[in-house]
């Protein structure tokens, strides 16, 4: 059966199945808790310098989103779940830097 096969006698179905199901699980549990993450609410103006560079980024992102959606999604979502930590760490000390 080999690798592509499955995975201890599960068929690749059943395994894509669980690891959506998981993550989808794991993504509610996110969105109920609070647990402190990034937010685009407090981005402000962009300084003119980077406005070029910002505006070029922009139309690659939209470009890579309509051509390879479910690419640019899934690198998105992994990248913002790797942001947690950190973003933690920048709330906790945010938290602790007004308190003292």
Do not use: D, Q
């Amino acid at each position: 059966m080999g690798i592509i096969g499955g995975v201890l006698g599960a068929s690749l179905g059943v395994i894509i199945v669980v690891a959506v199901s998981a993550y989808e699980v794991l993504i509610a549990a996110l969105m109920v808790s609070r647990v402190p993450t990034f937010s685009g609410k407090n981005i402000t103006r962009v300084p003119r310098e980077y406005a070029l560079l910002v505006l070029a980024a922009m139309a690659l992102f939209i470009v890579l989103l309509i051509s390879f959606p479910w690419e640019v999604l899934s690198i998105l979502s992994c990248i913002y779940l790797l942001l947690i930590p950190v973003s933690m760490r920048a709330h906790y000390r945010l938290k602790h830097a007004e308190g003292a």
